[in-house]
Nanobody
Framework: QVQLVESGGGLVQAGGSLRLSCAASGRTFNMAWFRQAPGKEREFVGGITWSDGNTSYAASLKGRFTISRDNAKNTVYLQMNSLKPEDTAVYYC?????????????????WGQGTQVTVSS
């Protein structure tokens, strides 16, 4: 069983930046970030393939969020810029046990505990 541990969340003013990290205890395939705001369903933020590092993002976030991966460290990062109050949510890192479409949450076998991101106006 692979454990995922997120870090880097916190409180930031609108327009600011945060960088989240997710360290995996073992190897995973594709990895992604999801988020869940209070009273809302969990939504796909973005993901990165294990084989070639291709990234995909939710259309509404593309251009502000960037995902990267260090396979040697089994770590994935989420750089968030120009943050808005509506980005406030718990952010979850997820890893696939077998490679599949990045945006499908049910294909992820491994999940982190989540890290809170709060953006103040």
């Amino acid at each position: 069983q692979v454990q995922l541990v997120e870090s880097g969340g916190g409180l930031v003013q609108a327009g600011g930046s945060l960088r989240l990290s997710c360290a995996a205890s073992g190897r995973t395939f594709n990895m992604a970030w999801f988020r869940q705001a209070p009273g809302k369903e969990r939504e796909f933020v973005g993901g990165i393939t294990w084989s070639d590092g291709n990234t995909s993002y939710a259309a509404s976030l593309k251009g502000r969020f960037t995902i990267s991966r260090d396979n040697a460290k089994n770590t994935v990062y989420l750089q968030m810029n120009s943050l808005k109050p509506e980005d406030t949510a718990v952010y979850y890192c997820a890893g696939q046990r077998f490679p599949g479409p990045i945006w499908v949450a049910t294909l992820y076998a491994y999940w982190g505990q989540g890290t809170q991101v709060t953006v103040s106006s």
